[in-house]
């Protein structure tokens, strides 16, 4: 079965650090573009960071750039999100997903807690 598992997340002070990390399996991963979500309550899902399966193109919400950063090692099946400089603002569940033939196969992870607060 295809499965996307989230870790990483956890309650850090402002301007911490956290890496979240997307292991998938039952994909070919490396075909998949892949993105982080975050969702907080009485709030719309956003989307974060994307990037290709080829790992060439990067999207960043506005929110988070040059804090943020999207990468993958498809030897690993995995996609990191490395937060810094964090902010009480980016409180949320964090979601990664997966994306292949323009949309038409979409999977989700379960979602990580990210807290930031003193």
């Known amino acids: 079965q295809v499965q996307l598992v989230e870790s990483g997340g956890g309650l850090v002070q402002p301007g911490g650090s956290l890496r979240l990390s997307c292991a998938a399996s039952g994909i070919v991963f490396s075909v998949y573009n892949m993105g982080w979500y975050r969702q907080a309550p009485g709030k719309q899902r956003e989307l974060v960071a994307r990037i290709t399966n080829g790992g060439t193109t990067d999207y960043y919400v506005d929110s988070v750039k040059g804090r943020f950063t999207i990468s993958r090692d498809n030897a690993k099946n995995t996609v990191y999100l490395q937060m810094n400089s964090l902010k009480p603002e980016d409180t949320a569940v964090y979601y990664c997903?997966?994306?292949?033939?323009?949309?038409?196969?979409?999977?989700w992870g379960q979602g990580t807690q990210v807290t930031v607060s003193s």
């Open positions: 997903n997966g994306v292949y033939r323009l949309g038409r196969t979409n999977y």
